[in-house]
C-alpha cells in the first residue's frame, strides 16, 4: 500500500516511528523518511506490504499534524 509523508511539514517529532519503527524514520533532525526497504525514490513516498498496513495507519493516525497518509 502506499504512504507518503509530507516531509514539508513534519515537525519532527517522532510519533510515526514510535508507532512504526518498520516503515518510518526520524533521524538527526531532519523529516521522517520512509525507510529505505519500502522507498519509491523520493524519501517521503514508499509502498508498505499489507503486513505493515496497520502499523503505519498507526502512525499516519498519531502524527500530530497529519502529513502521513496511507493509501
Known amino acids: ?3 507518503t509523508i509530507d516531509r514539508d ?3 519532527q517529532c ?3 516511528e514510535q ?8 533521524d538527526g533532525g531532519e523529516a521522517a523518511v520512509i525507510v529505505e526497504k519500502y522507498r ?3 524519501p517521503g513516498e514508499g509502498d508498505v506490504p499489507d503486513s505493515l ?3 503505519a495507519q498507526a502512525a ?3 502524527c500530530p499534524v497529519q502529513v ?3 493509501g
Not at 508507532?19 to 526520524?26: D, K, M, R, W
Open 1 to 3: 500500500m502506499k504512504v
Open 68 to 70: 502521513i497518509t496511507v
Open 19 to 26: 508507532e512504526c519503527a518498520e516503515v518510518f524514520l526520524v
Open 60 to 62: 499516519e493516525s498519531a
Open 53 to 55: 498496513v496497520d502499523c
Open 9 to 11: 511539514g513534519c515537525i
Open 40 to 42: 519509491k525514490g523520493d
Open 14 to 16: 517522532g510519533a510515526c
